[in-house]
């Protein structure tokens, strides 16, 4: 299968597009926390994390359209950035995660602030876990989280 693949910092337009992804059950499914909320609650989070120059928020595109979206958050520990990853419905399976997840930790911006990063998985998400394996992230740890298993993995960031 051919692939024209772009990556591209999020912009106001993704607002409604990552919401959407957002809401669909199996991302839900998989995410720490699962519950469906109104766009307006998304919405306020969007525009504070795209005011926040602590986050780097990165789309994948094959042929100019979203597939995957890939997000850096700060955490409380000095050069930690905790990382969290979806794939657009229907664009499971293809690999994009791991291509995303690849090329986003390689931003020169990103890479000029983080020391490691680091990812909470549901332990049943096996694909995930594979997707970080894929990409030097070892399982550090676990924890359990609104009475789920969660799996810790950790990268340095360089």
Same mark, same amino acid.
Not at 55 to 75: H, M, N, S, W, Y
Not at 127 to 156: C, D, H, M, W
């Given at each position: 299968?051919?692939?024209?693949?772009?990556?591209?910092?999020?912009?106001?337009?993704?607002?409604?597009?990552?919401?959407?992804?957002?809401?669909?059950?199996?991302?839900? =499914?998989? !995410?720490?926390?699962?519950?469906?909320?109104?766009? %307006? @609650?998304?919405?306020?989070?969007?525009?504070? /994390?795209?005011?926040?120059?602590?986050?780097?928020?990165?789309?994948?595109?094959?042929?100019?359209?979203?597939?995957?979206?890939?997000?850096?958050?700060?955490?409380?520990?000095?050069?930690?950035?905790?990382?969290?990853?979806?794939?657009?419905?229907?664009?499971?399976?293809?690999? =994009?995660? !791991?291509?995303?997840?690849?090329?986003?930790?390689? %931003? @020169?911006?990103?890479?000029?602030?983080?020391? /490691?990063?680091?990812?909470?998985?549901?332990?049943?998400?096996?694909?995930?876990?594979?997707?970080?394996?894929?990409?030097?992230?070892?399982?550090?740890?676990?924890?359990?989280?609104?009475?789920?298993?969660?799996?810790?993995?950790?990268?340095?960031?360089?």
């Amino acid at each position: 299968m051919e692939h024209k693949l772009r990556l591209r910092r999020w912009n106001k337009k993704d607002c409604r597009t990552l919401y959407d992804w957002r809401m669909d059950p199996l991302v839900r =499914y998989y !995410s720490l926390s699962s519950e469906a909320f109104p766009y %307006d @609650k998304h919405k306020e989070w969007f525009d504070n /994390f795209m005011n926040n120059p602590n986050g780097f928020g990165f789309i994948l595109e094959d042929f100019d359209i979203p597939v995957a979206q890939i997000r850096f958050e700060k955490t409380s520990i000095d050069g930690y950035y905790n990382v969290s990853i979806s794939t657009a419905p229907k664009q499971t399976r293809k690999g =994009y995660g !791991s291509i995303l997840l690849g090329t986003a930790c390689k %931003d @020169k911006e990103l890479l000029s602030v983080a020391k /490691f990063f680091v990812a909470e998985i549901i332990d049943s998400n096996i694909i995930s876990q594979s997707i970080f394996e894929k990409n030097n992230f070892s399982k550090t740890g676990e924890t359990v989280y609104a009475g789920r298993r969660v799996y810790l993995y950790k990268r340095p960031a360089r």
